[in-house]
C-alpha cells in the first residue's frame, strides 16, 4: 500500500550522477559522462518528477543541483528539469559547477535559467594540493572565475574547501591557503575533512594522513581564520557572511522535508525516509514502474527525535528545547537528562533555558559526542 503523502511545501534535491573524471577521494555515486547517456537520464528524471506532482504543486523552498557534476548541464536541460516548479520568491536554486566550466559561454546561458546561488568545488589554492586531488582546474584561474561569475549577476556564491591532505601535499601553508580563499571575497564557504570510504579510488593507496591532533589543530585554525574574517560559523563545517547560510543544508539540520530525485537521491518526506538506487539500471526499473519513494521507511517518533537532534546540533546555535517539545510532546530532559549532565560536566555541551548546543571543543567530535548523546 503506498503511503499517504503530506502536501506541505518542501525543498528539492535532484542528483546529477555524470562526471568528466572521477575524483580519487569521491564517494558520492557518479558514472562517466557522454551526452547520450545524460540525455537517457534526463528523462527518466522528469519522468519521475511526474511521480510526484502532489507534492510539487506548491512553491518549493529551495532547489539543489547536485552530483557528480550538474554543470555538464546545458541551460536548457536545466531549464527542462525544473519546469512546471514553483518556488518561494526568497528560494535559493542552487547549481553545484566545477571550475572548468566556469566560462564566458557557459554563464551566458546559464543566466537563463532560475540558478541563482553557485557551489564551486574548489577544494584547495595549492596547485600541488589540487594536482593530488585530481582536480584540473589551476589556483591562479579562480580570482578571473569568480569575477565572471560576478560579472553575470552570481553574487551568492559558496567555495568549497578539503583539508587534513596527505602530509607534504602542497607548498601554501593553512593559513596562505585560507588567505588566498579569502581574497575571492566568496559570500560562502564549506570546509570538509578529507575521508576516505573504502568505495574511494585513493583507499587502497593508503596515504599518510595526519593523525587526529594535527587535524583538530587544523580545524580550530580554519574556524580562526575564518571566524575573525567576519564570517559566521554557522554549522559544524560552514562558514557565511551575514545573510548568506545556506538555506537548502539549513533544511536539512532543522529538519524540513525535502524530495530526492535521481539515482541515489534520497529523500525525508515525513515520516518517511526513502533512498533512490545508487544504480542507474535499477533507478530507471523504479522510475519506469512508478515506484515512489522507494523501499521509504516508516520512521518511529523516536527515529525522528534522534534524526532531528543529530542533524539540530550539527549548528552552532543548536537547538531548541521548545521546538523538541512542540514537535514531539515531551521535554528533552526527561529523555537524556542524565547524558546531557555528563557531556556538560565534560565540557561537551551547554545548556541555556531554552537551548542545547555543541560547546567550541566539541565541534571537531561531534559525532562522537552527539553519538554518546544518543546511545
Known amino acids: 500500500m503506498e503511503p499517504d503523502l503530506p502536501s506541505s511545501p518542501l525543498s528539492l534535491y535532484i542528483h546529477i550522477p555524470f562526471c568528466l573524471s572521477r575524483c580519487g577521494y569521491c564517494s558520492f555515486f557518479s558514472v562517466p559522462f557522454s551526452s547520450a547517456k545524460l540525455k537517457s537520464y534526463l528523462g527518466i528524471l522528469l519522468q519521475e518528477k511526474q511521480l510526484y506532482t502532489d507534492l510539487l504543486?506548491?512553491?518549493?523552498?529551495?532547489?539543489?543541483?547536485?552530483?557528480?557534476?550538474?554543470s555538464l548541464l546545458s541551460a536548457?536541460?536545466?531549464?527542462?528539469l525544473l519546469a512546471g516548479l514553483t518556488w518561494n520568491s526568497e528560494a535559493e536554486i542552487t547549481l553545484e559547477i566545477n571550475p572548468l566550466q566556469i566560462t564566458r559561454n557557459y554563464l551566458a546561458e546559464l543566466v537563463k535559467t532560475p540558478v541563482n546561488r553557485l557551489s564551486i568545488g574548489l577544494q584547495s589554492m595549492d596547485n600541488q594540493q589540487l594536482n593530488w586531488?585530481?582536480?584540473?582546474?589551476?589556483a591562479e584561474q579562480m580570482a578571473q572565475k569568480?569575477?565572471?561569475?560576478?560579472?553575470?549577476?552570481?553574487?551568492n556564491l559558496s567555495l568549497d574547501f578539503i583539508y587534513g591532505l596527505p602530509v607534504g601535499v602542497g607548498k601554501l601553508s593553512l593559513k596562505q591557503n585560507l588567505e588566498s580563499i579569502l581574497a575571492l571575497q566568496p559570500q560562502h564557504i564549506s570546509c570538509y575533512l578529507l575521508s576516505l570510504e573504502e568505495d574511494c579510488a585513493f583507499f587502497s593507496q593508503s596515504p599518510s594522513l595526519p593523525e587526529d591532533e594535527e587535524l583538530a589543530e587544523q580545524y580550530t585554525g580554519i574556524c580562526n581564520i575564518l571566524t575573525q574574517a567576519s564570517y559566521e560559523h554557522y554549522e559544524i563545517s560552514n562558514f557565511?557572511?551575514?545573510?548568506?547560510?545556506?538555506?537548502?543544508?539549513?533544511?536539512?539540520?532543522?529538519?524540513?522535508n525535502y524530495l530526492g530525485l535521481g539515482a541515489s537521491a534520497a529523500g525525508w518526506v515525513k515520516p518517511f525516509r526513502y533512498t533512490n538506487p545508487a544504480d542507474l539500471q535499477q533507478?530507471?526499473?523504479?522510475?519506469?514502474?512508478g515506484v515512489r519513494l522507494p523501499e521509504a521507511e516508516l520512521c518511529s517518533s523516536e527515529q525522528e527525535q534522534n534524526d532531528w537532534l543529530m542533524m539540530g546540533l550539527r549548528l552552532t546555535g543548536g537547538i531548541s528545547l521548545r521546538d523538541f517539545k512542540d514537535m514531539f510532546g515531551i521535554e528533552l530532559a526527561s529523555l537524556y537528562q542524565e547524558k546531557i549532565n555528563k557531556l556538560i560536566s565534560i565540557g561537551m555541551l551547554k545548556l541555556t533555558e531554552d537551548r542545547l548546543a555543541l560547546t567550541e571543543q566539541a565541534y571537531f567530535v561531534s559525532t562522537r559526542v552527539i553519538g554518546e548523546l544518543l546511545s
Request: net charge positive; aromatic share 14%; glycine share 14%.
Open 240 to 256: 557565511a557572511r551575514t545573510g548568506y547560510a545556506s538555506q537548502h543544508n539549513l533544511g536539512y539540520w532543522k529538519g524540513v
Open 57 to 70: 504543486d506548491k512553491p518549493l523552498k529551495s532547489i539543489y543541483l547536485g552530483g557528480g557534476t550538474p
Open 146 to 155: 569568480i569575477t565572471l561569475c560576478r560579472e553575470f549577476g552570481y553574487h
Open 76 to 80: 536548457r536541460q536545466i531549464n527542462e
Open 283 to 289: 533507478y530507471y526499473k523504479n522510475v519506469e514502474q
Open 133 to 138: 586531488l585530481g582536480r584540473r582546474h589551476k
